[in-house]
């Protein structure tokens, strides 16, 4: 129900809060908040105070905000996204100590690869990703095989849109990027050689559920020059076990 003279809700609004935080914005003033979020100051003072006050937001000492442990504690139970990443480590961990490079666990949201995990060692090379960031379907390995094992739907709808460059190497053509979704598909793992960094090789394998549906892309970020065939074998071989986890423990 819209009870603001804008017309907007509660929900709408408190929404907006909680999205001005990202993973490389963590802590805000209420002030900033407001102004992200297009509130009058007023409003985002009252709305962060109540936030606080219910522990979803949580007040320094120097009186910024941050994301509250409520709301992570709330966010974690009973989620399909925390039942996927419990299956998916132990076969993760394996991998990342095999090949000894930045090894992540992504999915579908909201038309983008979302990353519910990342391991890595101090020799792992560079990498953008972070957990709880997300990357273009276009763009990063993971999502290729999201948006290649993805609906009839989503391959249209991402197709029809601009595709924005992330860098010089990224598929911004949608003939191009038709053709590499059917390659993903006949070949069962998607290679993205410089499509976020031009020093950076990505290589994903989808994870599947019981019916065969793709939930879930297995990635690892290789230097460019890496031989891709080796962590690909690991990939595939997590990705049947995780596969395996889910329907042991349902």
């Known amino acids: 129900m819209a009870n603001s003279p804008s ?5 709408d609004r408190l929404l907006r809060v909680l999205e001005t935080f990202t993973p490389t914005r963590t802590v805000q003033t209420a002030a900033e908040i407001g102004r992200r979020a297009g509130l009058p100051t007023s409003t985002a003072h009252r709305l962060v105070g109540e936030l606080v006050e219910a522990g979803l937001l949580e007040r320094d000492e120097d009186r910024r905000i941050r994301i509250g442990m409520r709301l992570w504690e709330l966010a974690t139970r009973s989620s399909q996204a925390l039942r996927l990443r419990q299956a998916a480590m132990p076969s993760m961990e394996r991998v990342q100590a095999r090949i000894h490079e930045h090894t992540q666990l992504a999915i579908l949201e909201q ?9 890595s060692s101090p020799d792992s090379g560079a990498n953008v990703t972070r957990v709880a960031g997300r990357l273009p379907l276009h763009a990063s390995s993971s999502g290729l095989v999201l948006l290649a094992f993805g609906s009839r739907e989503l391959q249209e709808r991402i197709l029809a849109a601009p595709l924005a460059p992330v860098s010089r190497e990224t598929l911004t053509d949608a003939g191009a990027l038709r053709r590499k979704l059917a390659e993903v598909r006949r070949l069962g793992h998607a290679i993205a050689p410089g499509y976020i960094e031009a020093v950076s090789t990505g290589a994903a394998v989808p994870i599947r559920d019981e019916t065969g549906t793709v939930i879930a892309a297995l990635s690892a970020v290789l230097p460019r020059d890496a031989a891709v065939d080796p962590p690909l074998v690991e990939l595939h071989g997590a990705a049947r076990e995780i596969a ?4 042991d423990h349902g």
């Open 244 to 247: 395996a986890a889910l329907r």
């Open 7 to 11: 017309g907007d809700s509660v929900t």
């Open 111 to 119: 038309d983008e690869a979302l990353f519910l995990e990342r391991l």
